[in-house]
């Protein structure tokens, strides 16, 4: 059974660095073509992708959000963990980590709860 | 980036009612698609995949269908539990995208 948990701050402020962390079980990240993506979800809004990483270490970024954000793993702990620098209040957000089917299908079958971030100094 | 754009963006629907949701892609995208059902405060949940292969454990009256750059979501008995919003998203390249999603609401 494959689950996931975000876990980090609901609050920072304008111009801090968000670190957001995704603890997983279910599967290992050490495997070629199993990943952890997160997605987010400002209030009200669509949802947006903004990075993933696989077993291989292979990284993957929003192209408009790559310069600010990092996404790194530790698999002996299971987790994944995504910074996002510079803060802005339009970076408020629920941020969802999930899990994607294959490297080569980068759909979420399996998402968690999510973790609302709000940016206010 | 390949756009996703969602028609309608809300829809109200009685229970029974067949209700379907477009979303189209602007270039092509094979059958690289997938749906996701949202209700309010909750995470997504994957309903389809590949265009038209459903979940485990999702309900036939669901369906999906299309290829290339238009494709439909169809719910061919409107449930009370389905009242939610839908979003598309394409896997044909990075980065994925989603449409800005499709309320269903009560008539």
């Known amino acids: 059974q494959i689950t996931l948990k975000e876990s980090g701050p609901t609050l920072v402020k304008p111009t801090q660095t968000l670190t957001l962390t995704c603890t997983f079980s279910g599967f290992s990240l050490s495997t070629s073509g199993v990943g952890v993506g997160w997605i987010r979800q400002p209030p009200g809004k669509a949802l947006e992708w903004l990075a993933v990483?696989?077993?291989?270490?292979?990284?993957r970024y929003s192209p408009s959000l790559k310069s600010r954000l990092t996404i790194t793993k530790d698999t002996s702990r299971n987790q994944v963990v995504l910074t996002m620098t510079n803060m802005d209040p339009v970076d408020s957000a629920t941020y969802f980590c999930?899990?994607?089917?294959?490297?080569?299908?980068?759909?979420?079958?399996?998402w968690g709860q999510g973790t609302l971030v709000t940016v206010s100094s | 980036d390949i756009q996703m754009t969602q028609s309608p963006s809300s829809l109200s629907a009685s229970v029974g009612d067949r209700v379907t949701i477009t979303c189209r892609a602007s270039?092509?995208?094979?059958?690289?698609l997938a749906w996701y059902q949202q209700k309010p405060e909750k995470a997504p949940k994957s309903l389809i995949y590949?265009?038209?292969n459903l979940q485990n454990g999702v309900p036939s009256r669901f369906s999906g269908s299309g290829s290339g750059t238009d494709f439909t979501l169809t719910i061919s008995s409107l449930q009370p539990e389905d009242f939610a919003t839908y979003y598309c998203q394409q896997y044909n390249s990075y980065p994925p995208t989603f449409g800005q999603g499709t309320k269903v609401e009560i008539k």
């Open positions: 999930a899990h994607p089917y294959s490297g080569n299908a980068f759909f979420f079958d399996y």
């Open positions: 270039q092509g995208i094979s059958f690289w």
């Open positions: 590949a265009a038209s």
């Open positions: 990483i696989y077993g291989d270490d292979d990284k």
